[in-house]
């Protein structure tokens, strides 16, 4: 009796494990593919960021060094907060970007 109760254990183990297999195949054969979100290159968000960019490090002693860092955080958040210096809660992706030592990355 024991191996005959082993043994019908282990054959719906096997039959289980098998039908949970299938089902996870189908899930991810079934599931589609996301959309490729274009790129930093992207000809008009390149437009946005520039003039967005523009407006954000106007007043700032380094521009260059504002502009070259608000180019990569816009082109990587697709946002600006508006004004010359804080209102960072519009674009909580622009805030929250952090460089290596754990700084604002953003302008």
Do not use: H, W
Request: charged share 20%.
């Amino acid at each position: 009796m024991k191996v005959f109760l082993t043994s019908l254990l282990l054959v719906s183990l096997l039959l289980c494990s098998a039908l949970f297999q299938c089902g996870v195949a189908d899930s991810q054969r079934a599931a589609p593919q996301p959309p490729v979100a274009p790129g930093p290159a992207v000809a008009g968000s390149e437009v946005f960021c520039n003039a967005k960019c523009e407006g954000r490090c106007a007043k700032a002693g380094e521009q260059k060094r504002c502009k070259k860092y608000c180019m990569i955080c816009c082109s990587e958040c697709k946002c600006v907060p508006s004004g010359t210096y804080g209102n960072k809660s519009e674009c909580p992706c622009y805030r929250d970007k952090l460089n290596s030592k754990e700084n604002p990355k953003c302008p």
